[in-house]
């Protein structure tokens, strides 16, 4: 298939991996910074991990994207720098989603959960006893969870916090059974085609 150039495959490699430095560079810092963070998470044991599906789903679609530009780099009747460097990009991108998606899994711990997101710096931790109500928001290709919590002793309406995940339908499962056994908060299932109602009803 096409006219393959080892030459130009070096050249684009060169290129890609300028691009990883900066990718990545920027990835590997803030892992640094959470790392930090995590020192401080003292929750007890973990007794389950949950990816968000959304980054399940890019990640598949990056590797759709890379498998096709392959595929034509390969198919062109000549070689082009350009159709080398995208596909390689993409397998960076591909690492760098990936990394992210592990550093902004959800634990969930017997004390309480850990959790961050992909704009904010730290962990965010809350414990069971700080939970006071629970959305499950059930849908076709994934569910959401928003826990609604305090983390003052004497807190007042403004100061309700939320922690929202994204989860798969098997995650929150796990989750809501955790949440039942491990606090006293109220937990709704708001279900696409069905009325809210609450658990257990």
């Not at 919590?149 to 955790?178: M, Q, S």
Request: charged share 25%; glycine share 4%.
């Amino acid at each position: 298939m096409g006219n393959f150039d080892p030459r130009v495959l070096a050249y684009a490699c060169f290129l890609a991996f300028i691009y990883a430095l900066l990718a990545l560079g920027a990835t590997a810092y803030r892992q640094i910074l959470d790392d930090f963070a995590a020192k401080e998470v003292k929750l007890g044991e973990d007794l389950d991990t949950s990816y968000d599906p959304f980054m399940i789903l890019i990640l598949s679609g990056i590797l759709f994207l890379t498998a096709l530009f392959i595929w034509i780099a390969l198919a062109w009747n000549e070689a082009r720098i350009e159709l080398y460097v995208v596909p390689l990009c993409l397998l960076i991108n591909f690492l760098q989603f990936y990394y992210r998606m592990y550093q902004q899994r959800l634990q969930i711990k017997t004390l309480g959960l850990v959790g961050r997101t992909i704009f904010e710096e730290g962990w965010s931790l809350v414990r069971y006893e700080q939970i006071h109500l629970v959305e499950v928001e059930e849908d076709p290709i994934w569910d959401t969870v928003v826990m609604y919590y305090t983390d003052k002793t004497n807190a007042t309406g403004k100061d309700v916090l939320e922690f929202r995940r994204r989860l798969t339908h098997a995650a929150r499962k796990t989750l809501v059974e955790a949440l039942k056994t491990r606090t006293d908060a109220k937990i709704f299932i708001r279900e696409v085609v069905k009325k809210q109602r609450p658990e257990g009803a």
